[in-house]
């Protein structure tokens, strides 16, 4: 949408070369104050002042807001809507050759330097902008005080310049009816009268000329009591002695200059549309330093899009480069291009002869600034390999501007300013497979389509190929390209049309690096995981810490990999993964081995510190110190964990596989994260059976039935258990593990005398182990059953042994494990204080492990409290908030309990048929989960309801 803004005259809105009415002169005055101030906030204060002076309303604020508001309407009705509410007050933003006052500065700052004839062009152009008196139909007495006189400076400014300019082109004849004019309206201005001496003396009327100087004192003197200005008085001398000075002499003829526009065609770009705008604001205004151009660098991967947002640019800035826009490639097939062979096209654009160009980059580099000095051009110069190729092509005064693209940062480049160009999102993705297939052919594979944007990786360049291939072969399906991408070992020979090749894009990059870094990123390449901490890649390459994080610095300076946002992470793209890994060769697999070592060194370290740590078995003389902040750690590993215990167990890594898996289990149960759970341990599962180990095949099956027991499959729970505890027959203290969790599934299903001789021999193993913790909790356990038999003085005396126990441990995650189960006998024992208390206490410890599914338990059976209490609004907004949160976690038994104490809560309330339906509810849920005891609960609990009572 082409918007123009107009205040060199009366206000003038055009939108798409149509001119917008703006009736109401409250709006016109504070769309003129706005755009005063262009890109810049105005402050509510000042807006108000503009409209009613020095004294406001005292509504101003709120009518203000109205007429903004109406304002915003008036545009948005015509397909823009540029203001913005910005502190103090509001803002306009407006684009590059948006508004006629910047057009105006920027050909009169392209004039200053430039020879008389462009000078005299370029000023003349800026004057032709004015259309009158600035603003002269926006009725504000305070914004002309203000703007008024500064506005009518410059174009006055800007006119004598003209004048001057002509004068020196000896126009002087063709200047005297101009000048008669400006001396009759303006006859106190001084500059006028001196130009229109010179005309006179110039064109041979001498005495006119010295006619105008009498006139002129006469005026000054008798309006100010003053003599006229050293100028006049020096100009008068002149002409009266004849200084030959004063002759007009002709220039020296200047130099042909050629205007090439010598950009490519322009492409159509999708997503870049901010940055695009941003950039071409920055190319187009003036230089802030004298004598240097603006420099902008756009650093990206190959293939990101660099150049033809570069392009796109370069189009965009035609009026405001009128002397040329240039292009230059600085690299080809055969690596980067010599300055002076780049130095040496520009120069032929510009008109110089080959056989005047000097041998040498540094001859060639001054013949270039020479020949630019004073003009607006633009300087695209495309694919950099370094700073030292760029030096020499960067003009010498600031009315030039220079955009580089490069897949190096080129930091080292004084005065430039980098921005890095990213990879599209899937959105932006899939809207450019759009204009290439049309968005039918899209929408009706819509999954295809987007697994196709997932194996381009967001990649311009892939994307493009791709479309072009399936444009290329309509009857194809995207899903026929996307089988093809799928194989990582067939992804880039897919990626092929034409001369377009995601391999030889990247290629470059690599060509570019010196062998260190080749290594690197070959061996970075080696893993699955596209994630890097410092500490893995050092690993990885075996190389000291310090060197490692030189040498990925350089990787991500050479685009190669890049920054995550998080310290010390770095990321990269799953194509140049591919890439690398196309290059590696024997060194591969130690470097795969290095890496798996350095994940399960980190993990067992950060696992030593969780809360639940010394609740889960180990290898014998397993062990690893303690790490602060590990909660954080596997928090921030977690996807890359997956991905390396998945590329160990399919390399076979077995051993590595289940250890990783087991060291990540504790974590991932005190976070809920149940999918990941699964699948790290099914796959390490089928590598510990492949390999023939049994003990990490009982690791494995002992972790995935406790995750079944914790998902409420208790059937495969229980299958999964009894399968660990026949393969740790051997090693008494896993043992004892796998039979306390059996016995967990034994009690949760009322197996009660299961579950006492699980513990029961458990016991054993503990005692011969000497493990305290072991032993405390199984007396925590057998509380439990016989609480659950009825003997509640037992299971009280059970309870506070093994509560007094952990305590003695400094074992906190036992503690709340005993809380929350006491809370909840106390609960049912009718001592809802007591019960309160434990729950609150738990629900802290919880709550400070991060374990969000043992906190959810304390608040579901406080909520449980709260209901015998007869606290009832309260209950219900605790319990309602619980059932939501199990069923987003997938957790049926919490679910199942929340909906039984909400349904008590309407049943307390009179409200049998509410009662009777969460009641129904419950009992779905605790059938589906498989629980019996609980199943007969519940219906037990529907029979005592009235029969008239309705579902």
Same mark, same amino acid.
């Given at each position: 949408m082409g918007v123009r803004y107009g205040i060199l005259g009366p206000l003038e809105l055009t939108i798409d070369t149509k001119p917008t009415a703006l009736p109401a002169a409250k709006h016109r005055i504070v769309l003129a104050a706005l755009l005063l101030s262009a890109n810049r906030p105005v402050s509510v204060d000042e807006l108000a002042e503009r409209l009613w002076g020095e004294r406001p309303p005292a509504s101003a604020k709120a009518t203000l807001q109205g007429y903004v508001l109406r304002l915003r309407r008036t545009l948005a009705a015509s397909g823009v809507d540029p203001v913005r509410t910005r502190p103090p007050g509001y803002l306009i933003e407006v684009g590059p050759e948006q508004l006629d006052l910047d057009r105006f500065r920027a050909l009169v700052a392209?004039?200053?330097?430039?020879?008389?004839?462009?000078?005299?062009?370029?000023?003349?152009?800026?004057?032709?902008?004015?259309?009158?008196?600035?603003?002269?139909?926006?009725?504000?007495?305070?914004?002309?005080?203000?703007?008024?006189?500064?506005?009518?400076?410059?174009r006055i400014n800007a006119l004598e310049r003209r004048i001057d300019a002509d004068l020196r082109l000896g126009r002087h004849a063709d200047l005297l009816g101009e000048l008669a004019g400006l001396v009759a309206d303006s006859p106190l201005h001084e500059p006028f009268r001196a130009q229109l001496m010179l005309a006179l003396h110039r064109a041979g009327r001498t005495a006119d000329a010295l006619e105008t100087y009498r006139d002129a004192r006469a005026?000054?003197?008798g309006e100010l009591g003053i003599e006229p200005g050293e100028r006049l008085r020096q100009l008068e001398r002149g002409v009266l002695t004849g200084d030959p000075a004063l002759d007009w002499r002709p220039e020296a003829p200047e130099r042909a200059f050629a205007r090439p526009q010598a950009l490519p065609p322009d492409v159509p770009l999708v997503g870049r549309a901010a940055l695009a705008d941003e950039l071409t604001r920055r190319l187009a205004a003036p230089s802030p330093r004298s004598g240097m151009p603006v420099v902008q660098v756009i650093a990206g991967m190959s293939g990101v899009g660099k150049s033809a947002l570069a392009v796109h640019i370069g189009h965009r800035l035609r009026e405001s480069f009128p002397d040329g826009r240039?292009?230059?490639?600085?690299?080809?097939?055969?690596?980067?291009?010599?300055?002076?062979?780049v130095l040496g096209r520009l120069l032929r654009l510009l008109g110089v002869l080959g056989t005047h160009l000097p041998d040498s980059v540094e001859g060639r580099s001054t013949l270039l600034r020479d020949r630019l000095a004073g003009r607006r051009v633009l300087l695209v110069l495309d694919d950099a390999a370094d700073e030292a190729q760029v030096r020499p092509l960067i003009p010498g005064d600031e009315c030039s501007a220079v955009l580089v693209t490069s897949r190096n940062r080129l930091t080292g480049l004084a005065g430039a300013r980098t921005v890095d160009l990213t990879v599209l999102d899937d959105e932006e993705s899939l809207r450019l497979l759009e204009t290439v297939l049309g968005s039918p052919?899209?929408?009706?594979?819509?999954?295809?389509?987007?697994?196709?944007?997932?194996?381009c990786g967001g990649l311009p360049l892939a994307l493009r190929v791709a479309a072009a291939r399936l444009a290329a072969r309509t009857s194809r399906p995207l899903s026929w390209l996307?089988?093809?991408?799928?194989?990582?070992? %067939?992804? &880039?020979?897919?990626?092929? $049309?034409?001369?377009?090749?995601?391999? *030889? @894009? /990247?290629?470059?990059?690599?060509?570019?690096?010196?062998?260190?870094?080749?290594?690197?990123?070959?061996?970075?390449?080696?893993?699955?995981?596209?994630?890097?901490?410092?500490?893995?890649?050092?690993?990885?390459?075996?190389?000291?810490?310090?060197?490692?994080?030189?040498?990925?610095?350089?990787?991500?300076?050479?685009?190669?990999?890049?920054?995550?946002?998080?310290?010390?992470?770095?990321?990269?793209?799953?194509?140049?993964?591919?890439?690398?890994?196309?290059?590696?060769?024997?060194?591969?697999?130690?470097?795969?081995? %290095?890496? &798996?070592?350095?994940?399960? $060194?980190?993990?067992?370290?950060?696992? *030593? @510190? /969780?809360p639940n740590a010394g609740w889960l078995p180990h290898l014998p003389g397993h062990g690893a110190p303690a790490t602060d902040d590990s909660m954080a750690w596997f928090e921030l590993e977690r996807q890359e964990l997956a991905v390396a215990i998945e590329q160990a167990a399919a390399e076979g890594y077995a051993d590595h596989a289940w250890r990783l898996a087991a060291a990540c289990e504790g974590f991932l149960e005190l976070r809920g994260y149940w999918d990941d759970w699964r699948r790290c341990q099914e796959r390490a599962l089928v590598a510990a059976v492949t390999a023939g180990d049994r003990w990490g095949e009982a690791r494995m099956r002992y972790g995935l039935g406790r995750l079944c027991f914790a998902q409420d499959r208790h059937v495969l729970a229980e299958r999964l258990l009894n399968q660990a505890v026949?393969?740790?027959?051997?090693?008494?203290?896993?043992?004892?593990?796998?039979?306390?969790?059996?016995?967990?599934?034994?009690?949760?299903?009322?197996?009660?005398d299961l579950a006492r001789r699980c513990f029961d021999e458990a016991a054993l193993g503990y005692t011969r182990a000497g493990d305290e913790r072991g032993t405390a909790n199984v007396g925590f356990c057998l509380g439990l059953v016989a609480r659950d038999r009825g003997d509640a003085d037992a299971a009280k005396a059970a309870l506070a042994a093994a509560l007094s126990a952990f305590r003695g441990l400094g074992d906190s995650y036992g503690q709340a494990q005993v809380l929350l189960f006491l809370g909840a006998s106390h609960s049912k024992w009718g001592d809802p204080d007591a019960a309160e208390r434990c729950l609150l206490e738990a629900t802290v410890l919880y709550r400070g492990f991060g374990d969000r599914l043992g906190e959810l338990r304390c608040v579901r059976l406080f909520g449980h409290v709260?209901?015998?209490?007869?606290?009832?609004?309260?209950?219900?907004?605790?319990?309602?908030?619980?059932?939501?949160?199990?069923?987003?976690?997938?957790?049926?038994?919490?679910?199942?309990?929340?909906?039984?104490?909400?349904?008590?809560?309407?049943?307390?309330?009179?409200?049998?048929?509410?009662?009777?339906?969460?009641?129904?509810?419950?009992?779905?849920?605790?059938?589906?989960?498989?629980?019996?005891?609980?199943?007969?609960r519940m219906r037990d609990r529907l029979a005592q309801l009235p029969r008239s009572t309705p579902v």
């Amino acid at each position: 949408m082409g918007v123009r803004y107009g205040i060199l005259g009366p206000l003038e809105l055009t939108i798409d070369t149509k001119p917008t009415a703006l009736p109401a002169a409250k709006h016109r005055i504070v769309l003129a104050a706005l755009l005063l101030s262009a890109n810049r906030p105005v402050s509510v204060d000042e807006l108000a002042e503009r409209l009613w002076g020095e004294r406001p309303p005292a509504s101003a604020k709120a009518t203000l807001q109205g007429y903004v508001l109406r304002l915003r309407r008036t545009l948005a009705a015509s397909g823009v809507d540029p203001v913005r509410t910005r502190p103090p007050g509001y803002l306009i933003e407006v684009g590059p050759e948006q508004l006629d006052l910047d057009r105006f500065r920027a050909l009169v700052a392209t004039a200053e330097p430039a020879p008389a004839a462009i000078a005299a062009d370029r000023l003349r152009e800026a004057l032709e902008l004015w259309r009158g008196p600035a603003l002269c139909d926006v009725p504000s007495p305070s914004l002309h005080a203000v703007a008024g006189a500064w506005l009518a400076e410059l174009r006055i400014n800007a006119l004598e310049r003209r004048i001057d300019a002509d004068l020196r082109l000896g126009r002087h004849a063709d200047l005297l009816g101009e000048l008669a004019g400006l001396v009759a309206d303006s006859p106190l201005h001084e500059p006028f009268r001196a130009q229109l001496m010179l005309a006179l003396h110039r064109a041979g009327r001498t005495a006119d000329a010295l006619e105008t100087y009498r006139d002129a004192r006469a005026v000054i003197v008798g309006e100010l009591g003053i003599e006229p200005g050293e100028r006049l008085r020096q100009l008068e001398r002149g002409v009266l002695t004849g200084d030959p000075a004063l002759d007009w002499r002709p220039e020296a003829p200047e130099r042909a200059f050629a205007r090439p526009q010598a950009l490519p065609p322009d492409v159509p770009l999708v997503g870049r549309a901010a940055l695009a705008d941003e950039l071409t604001r920055r190319l187009a205004a003036p230089s802030p330093r004298s004598g240097m151009p603006v420099v902008q660098v756009i650093a990206g991967m190959s293939g990101v899009g660099k150049s033809a947002l570069a392009v796109h640019i370069g189009h965009r800035l035609r009026e405001s480069f009128p002397d040329g826009r240039l292009h230059a490639t600085l690299s080809d097939a055969t690596g980067p291009v010599h300055p002076a062979e780049v130095l040496g096209r520009l120069l032929r654009l510009l008109g110089v002869l080959g056989t005047h160009l000097p041998d040498s980059v540094e001859g060639r580099s001054t013949l270039l600034r020479d020949r630019l000095a004073g003009r607006r051009v633009l300087l695209v110069l495309d694919d950099a390999a370094d700073e030292a190729q760029v030096r020499p092509l960067i003009p010498g005064d600031e009315c030039s501007a220079v955009l580089v693209t490069s897949r190096n940062r080129l930091t080292g480049l004084a005065g430039a300013r980098t921005v890095d160009l990213t990879v599209l999102d899937d959105e932006e993705s899939l809207r450019l497979l759009e204009t290439v297939l049309g968005s039918p052919r899209v929408a009706a594979e819509a999954d295809a389509a987007r697994d196709l944007v997932r194996h381009c990786g967001g990649l311009p360049l892939a994307l493009r190929v791709a479309a072009a291939r399936l444009a290329a072969r309509t009857s194809r399906p995207l899903s026929w390209l996307v089988a093809q991408l799928a194989d990582e070992q %067939r992804r &880039l020979d897919g990626l092929e $049309a034409g001369d377009m090749q995601v391999r *030889a @894009s /990247l290629a470059a990059g690599y060509r570019a690096l010196d062998d260190e870094r080749r290594r690197a990123l070959r061996l970075l390449g080696s893993l699955d995981t596209i994630e890097y901490s410092t500490g893995l890649a050092a690993a990885v390459l075996d190389r000291p810490l310090f060197r490692t994080e030189r040498l990925v610095e350089d990787l991500v300076d050479a685009q190669l990999l890049e920054l995550t946002g998080v310290a010390d992470r770095y990321r990269m793209h799953g194509l140049v993964r591919v890439y690398a890994r196309e290059q590696a060769d024997d060194e591969r697999d130690p470097a795969v081995s %290095r890496a &798996l070592a350095a994940w399960l $060194a980190a993990a067992e370290e950060a696992e *030593a @510190s /969780l809360p639940n740590a010394g609740w889960l078995p180990h290898l014998p003389g397993h062990g690893a110190p303690a790490t602060d902040d590990s909660m954080a750690w596997f928090e921030l590993e977690r996807q890359e964990l997956a991905v390396a215990i998945e590329q160990a167990a399919a390399e076979g890594y077995a051993d590595h596989a289940w250890r990783l898996a087991a060291a990540c289990e504790g974590f991932l149960e005190l976070r809920g994260y149940w999918d990941d759970w699964r699948r790290c341990q099914e796959r390490a599962l089928v590598a510990a059976v492949t390999a023939g180990d049994r003990w990490g095949e009982a690791r494995m099956r002992y972790g995935l039935g406790r995750l079944c027991f914790a998902q409420d499959r208790h059937v495969l729970a229980e299958r999964l258990l009894n399968q660990a505890v026949q393969l740790w027959e051997d090693d008494g203290l896993s043992h004892a593990h796998a039979l306390m969790a059996l016995g967990d599934v034994h009690h949760h299903n009322g197996r009660l005398d299961l579950a006492r001789r699980c513990f029961d021999e458990a016991a054993l193993g503990y005692t011969r182990a000497g493990d305290e913790r072991g032993t405390a909790n199984v007396g925590f356990c057998l509380g439990l059953v016989a609480r659950d038999r009825g003997d509640a003085d037992a299971a009280k005396a059970a309870l506070a042994a093994a509560l007094s126990a952990f305590r003695g441990l400094g074992d906190s995650y036992g503690q709340a494990q005993v809380l929350l189960f006491l809370g909840a006998s106390h609960s049912k024992w009718g001592d809802p204080d007591a019960a309160e208390r434990c729950l609150l206490e738990a629900t802290v410890l919880y709550r400070g492990f991060g374990d969000r599914l043992g906190e959810l338990r304390c608040v579901r059976l406080f909520g449980h409290v709260l209901v015998t209490r007869g606290e009832t609004a309260r209950a219900e907004r605790v319990l309602t908030g619980c059932q939501r949160a199990f069923a987003e976690i997938g957790d049926l038994f919490g679910e199942a309990t929340s909906r039984w104490s909400l349904a008590e809560l309407a049943l307390r309330d009179g409200d049998e048929r509410l009662g009777r339906r969460r009641l129904t509810a419950a009992l779905d849920l605790f059938t589906r989960a498989g629980l019996g005891p609980w199943q007969r609960r519940m219906r037990d609990r529907l029979a005592q309801l009235p029969r008239s009572t309705p579902v």
